[in-house]
């Protein structure tokens, strides 16, 4: 066993005898993180931009057509207490707005859960030649972890706007929710 090769510089370690406990490694060993090239803060911005207005664009036009259908022939009236109703609109225009709206919000879920969570890329992403990966092991989080970071993402980034600049300073430019899920943004090779 001592004639194998350890690849990465650690000496070679014969295992205890029978019953009695492994050597603690020195103090202060760490196992060596894989080092990623990681992506810049203006590329993350950018793909954010292109996921949250250009990939569901078919679902906002439908959504501008519904509410211009549904609002083109209503009377809107405006009370003295400052409160605004509208009568006479069409109920086929609503139901086209709605259609849009649900539109939207399946092409964000399958963008950024479950095509992000299989190939650690979303649409935006991939344009501009980043990933996400679990810094662990550098394979993509999955659905279920893209799900809770997306998630993470909304909270984290509605409570306080810090999570979003958090990469400008942190080392491996991540935000508040990729500590959380252990995931980097990195360049794609």
């Known amino acids: 066993m001592s004639d194998q090769n350890w690849g990465s510089g650690q000496p070679p370690q014969n ?4 019953g009695q406990i492994p050597p603690m490694p020195p103090q202060g060993y760490q196992s060596p993180t894989p080092a990623y090239p990681y992506a810049t803060w203006i590329s993350r911005v950018l793909a954010s931009i292109l996921d949250g207005f250009v990939v569901p664009l078919p679902g906002i036009i439908l959504a501008i057509i ?5 609002f083109s022939g ?31 919000f399946l092409i964000e879920v399958w963008n950024l859960v479950f095509r992000q969570g299989n190939t650690g890329q979303t649409l935006g992403k991939k344009w501009l030649g980043i990933s996400v990966i679990r810094e662990s092991d550098g394979v993509p989080l999955g659905p279920v972890v893209a799900l809770l970071r997306w998630i993470l993402m909304a909270i984290l980034g509605g409570a306080c706007f810090l999570n979003y600049l958090w990469p400008l300073w942190d080392s491996k430019h991540q935000c508040w929710h990729d500590m959380v899920v252990r995931s980097v943004v990195v360049r794609a090779s």
């Open 74 to 104: 209503s009377e809107v009236t405006t009370y003295d207490d400052g409160s605004v109703s509208a009568e006479g609109g069409n109920p086929v225009g609503v139901i086209v707005m709605v259609v849009g709206i649900l539109a939207i």
């Open 66 to 70: 519904g509410a211009v259908i549904a």
């Open 15 to 18: 295992p205890p005898p029978y």
